[in-house]
């Protein structure tokens, strides 16, 4: 996989391996009945009640301690101050950050469709503090309509309603991705489109025949759990059906803090509900969050692109609608550990995500003993010299596919020097053929050891990497293959790889290996060294070996590997 390639720019195209099995419509994978739903409601602070005002004009080293058990309206401004610490002050409940507000006065419009005024143009809008879909067409059952033709600036589709302006739309220009333009008029059956998306997409040209929805429009809330903004009245579809009364709490597109461009912020003991960004820390330095609680992030919960010395710790972070932890470009000895974070990328219909931990090229990050769970693309990104141990993966790859549950790149072609250690990562990508549990696309130097993978559509991939060492590891119940090693350019680059001392145990067919090469399977023979591992399997195929299907005996001899290696039928 090179989709996820790079800093947020266009990357290149997937690996040829990985294009042979790529159907025309990607789907997403259902959640794994093993892992919590993310549809569960959080629950929402007491908007009935008077909210307090944040401070305002804070001067730099000051300490803001709010209130314990009170719930503060609006956006904690803390752009370009240094050293100020936000903190809870008092036992009796953390103290709430929220731009979100209490919506009432509601009256039945049609149906089950209830409306009431609003004074804002929502960016969410929660019932019962779970997250609903913003009204959009096709309905959720289908998903995606496939356009007839598409431009920079234009996308025909005979829609069933001209009345586009206004509206987004969302198309998927490869497997990895979903982008987002601005509709500003439709006409003859084509809709005209603004240039560019939002800033927490891409930018990934429109062409051909894409998949695509579009959302946003009073008219396409025909479902429950559907909203939609019209002439200045919130209209919804409880998912119950019944009345929204005393249940609503609509956001504006407001951060919970604001803390662009600061330094030496500590964020302690907080909650951030119902933000766009719970913390939005672009360029920040030295931001500290610790037991800090963040959920229903319209956008990220954290958000540090061009910062460095994020250090996140204790947190819990849920329902993001992108990334719970973004530093898409720049980071650098980054920290998030004892964390649980859940449901990054999954909230209301498909949209894009880069991975719920996403350090995409920060050096000398740590990440440890997080618990990542229903993410909608990758569980947890790293770089080089990167440390990432004792986590948790559990569902990853759930909306978007050519994905992995832990995920590491380089365009560089130098080593990462990365271990991955004492990880458990399951349920990655259901029934998919591109997920795997731990991705290694084009990198080298990584050492894999210790951890344990299991039921996901692929147990690990080296793509175009050399210098790994894969040691120490349990794999299981993978869905197709334990491990896959392919090589796809026109110089070798899959050499000098390790497998030994690993674990593996194949009951549902699976292959123990599957490695192929556009080179031939000269070049498949000098892929790795494979010894002491301990291989149980009652499939018929142990290897496929660049199309070659073998069973064990057969793997030995044509590659003279795993003189030292067990293996027990099943």
């Not at 007491?46 to 730099?60: F, K, R, S, V």
């Not at 995500?353 to 740590?366: D, I, K, P, R, W």
């Not at 990542?372 to 990432?388: D, E, P």
Request: net charge negative; proline share 4%; glycine share 12%.
């Amino acid at each position: 996989m090179t989709g996820c390639g790079g800093s947020g720019s266009p990357a290149a195209t997937p690996s040829a391996s990985a294009a042979a099995t790529t159907g025309t419509t990607p789907a997403a994978s259902a959640a794994p009945s093993a892992v919590q739903s993310p549809a569960e409601a959080i629950a929402a602070p007491d908007l009935t009640q008077p909210a307090l005002a944040l401070p305002a004009n804070i001067a730099n080293g000051s300490v803001v301690s709010l209130q314990c058990g009170r719930t503060y309206s609006g956006t904690l401004d803390l752009a370009g101050k240094s050293n100020v610490t936000v903190r809870t002050e008092g036992g009796c409940g953390k103290a709430v950050i929220t731009p979100g507000q209490a919506i009432d006065g509601w009256s039945l419009y049609q149906g089950n469709i209830y409306s009431a005024p609003i004074a804002f143009d929502a960016a969410q809008v929660l019932v019962d503090g779970q997250p609903l879909a913003r009204a959009h067409w096709p309905s959720r059952s289908q998903t995606w309509a496939r356009a007839g033709s598409s431009s920079g600036a234009s996308l025909a589709y005979p829609m069933p309603n001209g009345d586009l302006a206004g509206a987004t739309l969302l198309f998927r220009p490869n497997d990895w991705a979903i982008e987002a333009r601005t509709i500003t008029g439709y006409s003859a059956g084509s809709m005209s489109l603004a240039s560019t998306g939002k800033v927490s997409f891409d930018g990934y040209a429109l062409s051909g025949q894409p998949d695509f929805y579009v959302e946003g429009k009073l008219w396409m809330l025909d479902e429950p759990g559907e909203w939609a903004v019209s002439g200045g009245r919130l209209y919804v579809w409880t998912a119950d059906g019944k009345s929204p009364q005393g249940r609503v709490v609509a956001s504006p597109d407001r951060d919970g803090i604001n803390a662009r461009n600061a330094q030496g912020i500590t964020v302690d003991g907080v909650s951030i509900y119902a933000a766009a960004n719970g913390i939005n820390a672009l360029d920040a330095k030295n931001l500290r969050v610790t037991a800090t609680d963040i959920a229903n992030s319209s956008e990220n919960g954290i958000l540090n692109s061009g910062g460095s010395g994020l250090y996140v710790d204790g947190a819990s972070i849920r329902n993001s609608r992108h990334d719970a932890i973004a530093v898409k470009w720049g980071g650098g000895g980054d920290t998030v550990r004892n964390s649980t974070i859940d449901a990054s990328g999954v909230i209301g219909m498909p949209t894009n995500a880069h991975a719920a931990v996403n350090l995409t090229v920060g050096v000398g990050s740590t990440v440890s003993n997080n618990t990542v769970t229903n993410s909608g693309y990758i569980g947890i990104r790293a770089f080089r010299n990167a440390s990432v141990t004792q986590n948790t993966v559990d569902g990853a790859c759930m909306v978007l596919t050519d994905c992995g549950g832990m995920y590491f790149y380089t365009d560089d072609g130098q080593a990462l020097n990365t271990v991955v250690d004492g990880n458990t990562i399951a349920n990655v990508g259901g029934s998919q053929k591109l997920a795997w549990a731990i991705d290694l696309d084009a990198a080298s130097g990584v050492t894999v050891s210790n951890n344990t993978i299991t039921a996901s559509a692929n147990g690990m991939q080296l793509h175009d990497g050399g210098g790994n060492t894969i040691s120490g590891n349990r794999f299981s119940a993978s869905r197709q293959a334990h491990i896959q090693m392919d090589e796809d350019g026109s110089a070798p680059s899959v050499r000098n790889n390790v497998v030994k001392n690993n674990v593996f145990t194949s009951k549902n067919g699976e292959e123990t290996y599957r490695i192929s090469s556009t080179l031939g399977a000269d070049s498949v023979a000098q892929f790795a060294a494979y010894s002491d591992n301990a291989y149980t399997s009652s499939s018929a195929t142990f290897a496929n070996f660049n199309g070659e299907l073998l069973n064990y005996t057969q793997w030995k001899a044509r590659t003279g590997q795993d003189a030292s290696s067990t293996f027990q039928a099943q």
